[in-house]
């Protein structure tokens, strides 16, 4: 079952814009990770938010958590056309049930 | 150091035939985590083992089975293959609590005819 929902499931851009996608999750968390998936390859962390944590960065990364909301937000400033990749949440949950569980992801086109 | 590595990376099976895949973590790191994923139910955790030990198994038949070695590599197994099967199995290992950052490999794409 999926924990995470990200929003938009699809979303293209201009080269150089910056690209916002959002994951929405149901149970309290320990922490909150992003991942990036390039076509058909492996999935590469990019960023951990813990649950006391509000924002974090890395990069051309920003990431965001609301655990009132049960919300997260990923931001990649400046964007490249290397950033085309499928994004996903994954969530660590306060339930112990010890694993990761992945959202949906949102697919990021960059437009040269 | 080398990342984790997963074979084969492509393969074509008949529906009731078994599959082995096999996954070699980053050296160091003992936990190794296996997941399918298919376009239509995304990622999908099918098992986690520690030191030799499955630790915890997601919401799969019996069909799917796995084991790790003592020198941490892993393998899983699919027995008795459906059409549905057909999905890419990522292999993610690390160093610490499985809840943290994990390291994964490129993928066995399975296809089942």
């Known amino acids: 079952s999926q924990q995470g929902e990200e929003d938009p499931q699809a979303l293209s851009i201009q080269e150089g814009e910056n690209a916002t996608m959002n994951c929405s999750y149901k149970t309290s968390i320990n922490n909150l990770q992003w991942y990036r998936q390039n076509s058909g390859r492996g999935l590469v962390h990019l960023i951990l938010i813990r649950s006391n944590e509000r924002e974090k960065h890395s990069g051309r990364l920003r990431v965001t958590l609301d655990t009132s909301k049960k919300s997260s937000s990923l931001l990649i400033t400046a964007s490249r056309a290397a950033d085309t990749a499928s994004y996903f949440c994954a969530t660590d949950e306060q339930s112990g049930n010890e694993k990761l569980t992945f959202g949906t992801g949102t697919r990021l086109t960059i437009i040269p | 150091k080398a990342g984790v590595t997963q074979t084969p990376r492509y393969l074509i099976k008949t529906r009731g035939q078994q599959v082995t895949l096999s996954c070699s973590p980053i050296s160091g790191h003992r936990s190794v985590s296996w997941y399918q994923q298919t376009p239509g139910q995304g990622l999908q955790f099918l098992f986690e083992?520690?030191?030799?030990?499955?630790?915890n198994k997601g919401n799969f038949p019996g069909r799917f089975s796995g084991r790790q070695f003592s020198n941490s590599r892993s393998e899983m197994n699919v027995s008795t293959l459906e059409l549905g099967d057909s999905a890419l199995y990522l292999c993610?290992?690390?160093?610490?609590?499985?809840?943290?950052?994990?390291?994964f490999g490129e993928g066995s794409r399975l296809t089942v005819l």
């Open positions: 993610a290992s690390s160093t610490g609590p499985v809840t943290g950052e994990l390291f």
């Open positions: 083992y520690f030191s030799e030990t499955q630790r």
